[in-house]
């Protein structure tokens, strides 16, 4: 099933970034078709380990069989608690690939892409309660423009909530093309797929709680880390570039973290090489791999 679930991307970066040793212990947190796994399993000897994450349960399709991995079906915000309810106090290499799967985009009901008329759902985790349909038919005005703006970074963000608002008054809003419908004056032609594109991410964001998510994830890697411990994550937009960044180079995700006397500073990381992003070649073959981000860390 994974070829046709999900296309890697910047595998072979990516896992060479977490500096593998055979007989590590390795967490991938966002398996998907497994890509990233397959890759790291290929690079363990028989006393390696990989636990991997991911809270869709359409993941669960591609579970590896093979003695050292195991796939835990939860979300990524856990990783810390389920490491050590499984018997795990610390790992050698943790790998995160942000943002939605191929397989995500591909179906039509899961309600991601601009491509398809679907129900407006964009849940991650198919048991959760709450989906893009409850945000837009729901959610007040003022709360809706935040979203559109700061998540979709979208600049007609107070007019579009009011369109929503306006349109739900008179019916349900129930799928992407009644979506599309009330928020017809804010897209013109030459400019439909983009501004739709930023719409779903701005609803998408907030129905999954992702930048929260990558937040507490990017956190807890502190604590499962050793020294000389790797971090692997690739993002696909600003906003989680940006927190990964920070974090890796700070520490925190605001402000400057304090320097003592000397002007030193105690941070949890050190960047490893510089920003990576996908060749020509890769992004002409995948498509999704266009706004990708790498950035390794190591522990210090």
Partial sequence: MMSNYHIPVLLKESVDGLNIRPDGVYVDVTFGGGGHAREILSRLGSKGRLIAFDQDKDAQANAIDDARFQLIQQNFRYVKR???????????????????????????????????????????????????????????????????????????????????????????????????????????????????????????????????????FLMQTVEILPKGGRLSVISYHSLEDRLVKRFMRNGMFEGEPERDIYGRVDVPYKPVGKLIVPAAEEMDANNRARSAKLRIAEKI
């Fill in 82 to 216: 389920f490491l050590r309810l499984y018997g795990y106090q610390k790992v050698d290499g943790i790998l995160a690939d942000f943002g939605v799967s191929s397989h995500q985009f591909d179906v039509a009901d899961r309600g991601f892409s601009t491509r398809f008329e679907g129900v407006l759902d964009m849940r991650m985790n198919q048991e959760s309660d709450f989906s893009a349909y409850e945000l837009v038919n729901t959610y007040e005005q003022n709360r809706l423009a935040e979203i559109l703006s700061n998540y979709g970074e979208l600049r007609r963000a107070k007019g579009m909530a009011r369109a929503i608002v306006e349109a739900r008054e008179q019916k349900a809003i129930k799928t992407t093309a009644d979506l599309k419908t009330a928020l017809a004056d804010f897209l013109p032609r030459d400019k439909q797929h983009k501004i739709l594109a930023q719409v779903y991410q701005a609803i998408r964001i907030e129905v999954n709680n992702e930048l929260d998510t990558i937040k507490e």
